[in-house]
C-alpha cells in the first residue's frame, strides 16, 4: 500500500492503512505544541468521504501501545503503509514520545497534575523542559514522519 500524506485543517495526516473492521483509511495527525505548554500528538482520525470533518478520533497509545503492541497494531489493519521493520520503529518512536511528553508535563507542571505536589519546586525543571520540548520531541516527531511519510526508504 502507498504511503501518502493529505494537508487537512492546517496540519499533515499520514495514511497509516486500511482499518480491518469496515475498510476506512486510518490517519495519524501531526503532532503541534499546544496551548504554549505541551505537544499534542499521537491523534489518529477516521474522515467523512469529502475530508471536510473528522468522524473518528482516537489516540495511538490507546490503539497500539498496549500489551501485545506489535500485535495491536497489525490486528488492526486490513493493510498498512509500512513493512514489519517500520511498524517497529514506530512503535518505538511512538512510546518514547508518550514517555518523554509525559515527563516534560511533570517537569513543567512539578507534579503529576491530580492534586498539589509538595515537592513540586525539586520536580520543576525548565531547563530540562525546555530541552525536550525545542529538541527531542521535535527530533522524534520528525523521525516518525520519516517513517510514515516515506522518507525512511529513500
Given amino acids: ?9 492546517g496540519h499533515n495526516y499520514y495514511l497509516l492503512g486500511i482499518r480491518k ?10 503532532g503541534h505544541f ?14 467523512n468521504k469529502n475530508y471536510t470533518d473528522i468522524e473518528e478520533h482516537t489516540h495511538f497509545d490507546c490503539l497500539f501501545l498496549t500489551n ?17 521493520k517500520e511498524i517497529w520503529k514506530l512503535l518505538e518512536n511512538m512510546k518514547a514520545l508518550y514517555t518523554i511528553r509525559d515527563y516534560s508535563d511533570l517537569l513543567h507542571l512539578g ?3 491530580i492534586t498539589q505536589n509538595d515537592n513540586k519546586e525539586i520536580i520543576k525543571n525548565d531547563a530540562e523542559y ?24 529513500e
Fill in 68 to 84: 501485545k503492541i506489535y500485535d495491536s497494531f497489525v490486528d488492526y489493519f486490513q493493510e498498512t503503509t509500512l513493512n514489519d
Fill in 111 to 113: 507534579g503529576a497534575h
Fill in 21 to 30: 473492521e469496515d475498510g476506512q483509511k486510518v490517519w495519524l495527525e501531526e
Fill in 130 to 153: 525546555k530541552r525536550i520540548n525545542d529538541v527531542v520531541i521535535p527530533t522524534l516527531l520528525n523521525e516518525v514522519y520519516k517513517i510514515v511519510g516515506g522518507a525512511e526508504n
Fill in 34 to 47: 499546544d496551548c504554549g505548554w505541551y505537544y499534542g500528538l499521537g491523534y489518529v482520525e477516521i474522515f
Fill in 1 to 9: 500500500m502507498k504511503k501518502e500524506i493529505k494537508k487537512v485543517f
